[in-house]
């Protein structure tokens, strides 16, 4: 086995011999410090060989144009796979660069190894993943890809880790941003708003810089609606329809609750929307709603527990976990992550539909344009979807989506600086942030 031992730094390198070299571990001295490095900086290899000088030639590293630019690599996965070429062509698909911010919070430790097994998008899709941090979580980044490394998902075929979305968003072609500050004791929504909209800002930036041109972007961290629709207005190059924010924990929860009160398994629920904002203003549809194929409120003949209970159930779900676990659901949040990708590289099944924080331009329900608003979707399994045409409304509905909608407008207003429009202004109604945001 060759071992490339590197200095001052590190990133993915090719060994060359007359024998097939199955394994390559490049062993790290001081990389925590010197992963800051710029990329460019000139990396010379001191290369060492356990095996005997007549079985292979002395093998030489070399670094292409390609490694320069990529952000530097995590232990094993320094790696350069050489694939057999049926392997590649026939057994395969291409591989997909996926990335991930706020990578070393709780969230990711439970999607990371998700994406990784094949569970998202299938057994057949190598993966790499581009783990995105900060100056004081990266020791923890670097945990995170150590147990990447020792899980030996065999769909993983590269990691790397660093901190400036500029080198991470690389060519990404799914990018899930989950990393946000979350709202301390006595802080304004508005400060919060500003302080994580800025975040949002420049790694919408950042994607339209380097990300693939058909990056498709699920943003997680809150406030999510608005916070995609700054990324996305920072992303002209990017089509704003690319741009998801995650309400599809909301949905899981309607679901759980409609499944309980009919006395079924959730399975049997389906076309529910969750519409509007991820906030306590958000508006589980119950009209739409089926269980086994027929109308929810055929089934479930309690129209006081659908209006009040039901709704404020789904509203304030985060806030009773935290009471009861201690801490924000970072598992389920995971678990709804992975169902809104699959969502979108799966058809969804006929007159089915999910639910997306998607942007509002061309909507045919008369909801606000150029919000980031949750509204009923369909895909055919390509990752793009369209709206479901065949919703229908009553009085009830309507007001609450009109609520809902209203917050939106008032949070746009709040960044109006970080999406070209002007000063800010702020009048936000009342504080509606979700518990568990808190």
Same mark, same amino acid.
């Given at each position: 086995?060759?071992?490339?031992?590197?200095?001052?730094?590190?990133?993915?390198?090719?060994?060359?011999?007359?024998?097939? %070299?199955? $394994? !390559?571990?490049?062993?790290?001295?001081?990389?925590?410090?010197?992963?800051?490095?710029?990329?460019?900086?000139?990396?010379?290899?001191?290369? $060492?060989?356990?095996?005997?000088?007549?079985?292979?030639?002395?093998?030489?590293?070399? =670094?292409? /144009?390609?490694? +320069?630019?990529?952000?530097?690599?995590?232990?094993?996965?320094?790696?350069?796979? #050489?694939? +057999?070429?049926?392997?590649?062509?026939?057994?395969?698909?291409?591989? &997909?660069?996926?990335?991930?911010?706020?990578?070393?919070?709780?969230?990711?430790?439970?999607?990371?190894?998700?994406?990784?097994?094949?569970?998202?998008?299938?057994?057949?899709?190598?993966?790499?993943?581009?783990?995105?941090?900060?100056?004081?979580?990266?020791?923890?980044?670097? @945990?995170?890809?150590?147990?990447?490394?020792?899980?030996? $998902?065999?769909?993983?075929?590269?990691?790397? &880790?660093? !901190?400036?979305?500029?080198?991470?968003? =690389?060519?990404?072609?799914?990018?899930? %941003?989950?990393?946000?500050?979350?709202?301390?004791?006595g802080m304004e929504r508005a400060d919060l708003l500003d302080i994580n909209g800025q975040i949002f800002a420049e790694q919408g930036k950042a994607l339209n810089a380097v990300a693939s041109r058909n990056v498709k972007v699920m943003v997680v961290g809150n406030?999510?609606?608005?916070?995609?629709?700054?990324?996305? +207005?920072?992303?002209?190059? !990017?089509?704003?329809?690319?741009?998801?924010?995650?309400?599809?924990? *909301?949905?899981?929860?309607?679901?759980?609750?409609?499944?309980?009160?009919?006395?079924?398994?959730? #399975?049997?629920?389906?076309?529910?929307? &969750?519409? @509007?904002?991820?906030?306590?203003?958000q508006v589980p549809d119950f009209l739409n709603a089926r269980i086994n194929g027929l109308p929810v409120k055929k089934v479930i003949?309690?129209?006081?527990?659908?209006?009040?209970?039901?709704? /404020?159930?789904? =509203?304030?779900?985060? @806030?009773?976990?935290?009471?009861?676990?201690?801490?924000?659901?970072?598992?389920?949040?995971?678990?709804?992550?992975?169902?809104?990708?699959?969502?979108?590289?799966?058809?969804?099944?006929?007159? *089915?539909?999910?639910?997306?924080?998607?942007?509002?331009?061309?909507?045919?329900?008369?909801?606000? /344009?150029? !919000?980031?608003?949750?509204?009923?979707?369909?895909?055919?399994?390509?990752?793009?979807? /369209?709206?479901?045409?065949?919703?229908?409304?009553?009085? $009830?509905?309507?007001?609450? &989506?009109?609520?809902?909608?209203?917050?939106?407008?008032?949070?746009?207003?709040?960044?109006?600086?970080?999406?070209?429009?002007?000063?800010?202004?702020?009048?936000?109604?009342? #504080?509606?942030?979700?518990?568990?945001?808190?």
């Amino acid at each position: 086995m060759a071992v490339a031992e590197f200095s001052p730094s590190y990133t993915k390198t090719s060994l060359h011999s007359s024998s097939q %070299l199955s $394994y !390559i571990s490049t062993r790290l001295s001081n990389h925590r410090r010197l992963a800051f490095r710029p990329l460019h900086r000139t990396r010379h290899g001191r290369v $060492y060989c356990s095996v005997a000088s007549n079985q292979v030639q002395a093998p030489v590293s070399v =670094q292409t /144009e390609e490694t +320069k630019n990529k952000p530097d690599c995590f232990g094993v996965f320094c790696v350069t796979y #050489d694939l +057999k070429a049926e392997e590649e062509t026939k057994s395969w698909k291409k591989l &997909i660069n996926i990335a991930v911010s706020g990578a070393a919070g709780m969230i990711s430790n439970h999607l990371l190894f998700k994406l990784a097994s094949g569970e998202v998008f299938g057994p057949d899709q190598p993966i790499a993943l581009k783990l995105l941090g900060s100056e004081r979580s990266f020791q923890a980044l670097e @945990g995170v890809a150590m147990e990447l490394e020792d899980s030996l $998902y065999p769909l993983l075929r590269e990691v790397s &880790i660093g !901190i400036n979305p500029y080198e991470v968003f =690389q060519d990404a072609e799914w990018a899930l %941003l989950i990393g946000a500050k979350p709202r301390g004791p006595g802080m304004e929504r508005a400060d919060l708003l500003d302080i994580n909209g800025q975040i949002f800002a420049e790694q919408g930036k950042a994607l339209n810089a380097v990300a693939s041109r058909n990056v498709k972007v699920m943003v997680v961290g809150n406030p999510c609606n608005t916070n995609a629709l700054i990324c996305l +207005k920072n992303a002209p190059d !990017i089509p704003a329809k690319n741009f998801h924010a995650l309400t599809r924990l *909301d949905e899981n929860r309607a679901k759980c609750q409609l499944a309980h009160k009919a006395g079924v398994f959730y #399975d049997q629920v389906s076309n529910v929307t &969750i519409w @509007g904002n991820h906030s306590t203003t958000q508006v589980p549809d119950f009209l739409n709603a089926r269980i086994n194929g027929l109308p929810v409120k055929k089934v479930i003949n309690d129209a006081k527990w659908l209006a009040e209970e039901f709704t /404020e159930k789904v =509203q304030k779900r985060g @806030g009773v976990l935290i009471k009861k676990w201690g801490r924000s659901s970072a598992a389920s949040t995971a678990v709804s992550i992975v169902d809104g990708i699959r969502s979108l590289v799966t058809p969804t099944p006929k007159g *089915d539909w999910f639910s997306s924080g998607v942007c509002t331009n061309g909507n045919p329900y008369g909801i606000a /344009e150029d !919000i980031v608003f949750s509204m009923p979707c369909r895909s055919k399994g390509d990752g793009d979807y /369209e709206l479901a045409m065949d919703v229908i409304f009553d009085n $009830y509905l309507l007001e609450r &989506i009109t609520k809902t909608e209203a917050e939106l407008l008032a949070e746009k207003r709040c960044v109006a600086h970080l999406i070209g429009e002007g000063i800010a202004f702020c009048d936000l109604p009342e #504080d509606t942030m979700l518990p568990g945001e808190m």
